[in-house]
């Protein structure tokens, strides 16, 4: 029996309705596929340029960690040349020691000049006693001539050092890291770097990708601890003064050589130097120097009192001296013994006539010289150091903001909006009992009408110190700094510490996209924890 005109077409209902329901997940799955495929894209820019951040932000502080050996090289070398000074001045005070040990030995002869009066009953020791002390006398006019001869040579040489050791400490570089400073506050201010990683993502498959600056607070309130450590950030454009013993420490520990740090082998030059100047038959038995050039802090490093801001020279000790030349019947040899010192101090104080150089029997005169060899006036007072950055003390100790080390974020976002929709993106409206809700598979508005057109992705990267030790608890745990140049860079948890949780929704808030922050504040208000 052949069906009636009624029943034919109901197949091809069906395979109409079919094909739309087919259609519908097609498109389904193309947009969210693409969704998914560009969620991945925005992430990943915005992974690379958080890296690229934390990469530019270590090597900004390598940079200012190796200025910052370059620098305390030069003080070191300034600890030398204050040493030279200093052991200068000793070898005119051991002149004066032995002009002392001289004064000693003459005891026994002059206990023999009352055998020169009448009736004395030894006059036989008369005539070799008074030889004997014309013959001191003789060698000590000796070392006073050649006291003066060094001072004839003294006022050019002595001009001459200071120039070098005010040119070595007015040799600044802090210039060179402020500049460095300079830069990289820009490029997390402007997001100028995350804005050229973005621009390279999109000469290929990716497209219409910017870098927000919405987190450029954020990222410059880590690194900006400004001058003299006023600030919260890492990075101070000056150390502060009151804050500068690491420095001196690593300082003192880097002299090194055995003459600056204990004179060793400084005292032969001026004993065989000496021995030169007296008779012959005269003996330098001994000669002793201690000594060293070294900092002051607020512990003493010598012998010297502690004075804050101050570089020393110093050298003490003491000789002893055989006069061998007693004829017979008087005693033949007598020895005698002298101490004697020397020192240099180089302090930040504007008037020079605050700076010492002193020796045993002399001194550099108080005014009407040029005393520029004890440094220049104090840059930052207290403190003879030059300017130089530093690592923010105050952040040391912080775990809950991970030490201070600096963490940054970038935003990467895609305006849906301004482009052309895919087919596949679908809007259309379900009609559920009186109402009407819009189902919008573009990504441009929710049911609710909020606008979600400007996709957002957020990454955070940290410049962290990091230094390899010894195995297990043998390790050397240092905290992070600009003495050495071990900063590294990798990315992070947004909630790295107790303070990226508030950065986060900081960052998302400036970036433009409201909900973005609406999102992260009801994902941690329901406990997600998982950034």
Known sequence: MRPSLRQRGQTLVIFALTLLLLTLMVCMTLSIGMKAREKMELQTVAD????????ATARAFNGASLLNRAFMGHMVVMTGVESLISWSGYYRASLDGARQAYDVARAPYVALLPCCLPNSGCSQFCSCAR???????????????????????????DARAGHEARALQLGSISQAQRDAYTELERILTDASLAQRIADQANQGVISDITASTGASQVNTDEI??????????????????????????AAMGSRGYAFVTGREGGA????????????????????????SGYFASTKN????????????????????????????PCPPTSIGNGSMEAHVKSNDLPNPEQDEHVWTGGSDAASGRDREHTMGNCTLCPGMWPPHADYN????????NAYGQPKNYAVIQRDLQSRNPDPWNLFFRFRFATTNNEFDNRGIRLSDGTDISRATALSAGIAYYHHRGGNGLQAWVEPPNFLNPFWRATLISAWVDRAGQDDVGRALDASGASFTREAYDALRGVGYAAW
């Open 131 to 157: 030889q004997a002390l014309q013959d001191i006398s003789d060698a000590q006019d000796d070392l006073r001539t050649e006291d003066d001869n060094v001072e004839n040579t003294w006022q050019g040489l």
């Open 301 to 328: 490093h010598s012998r010297r009192p502690s004075e804050n801001g101050a570089v020393w020279g110093d050298d003490h000790g003491s000789l002893t001296l055989t006069f061998g030349r007693g004829q017979a």
């Open 48 to 55: 690379a340029a958080a890296y690229s951040q934390a990469v």
């Open 268 to 291: 032969d030059p001026i004993k065989n130097k000496l021995q030169s100047v007296i008779p012959q038959r005269d003996i330098v038995n001994t000669l002793e120097d201690e000594g």
């Open 393 to 400: 003390y105050k952040n040391v100790a912080t775990a809950e």
């Open 224 to 249: 900006k601890g400004d001058e003299s450590c006023n600030g919260d950030g890492a990075f101070c454009t000056r150390r502060n003064a009151g804050n500068k013993n690491h420095f001196i420490y």
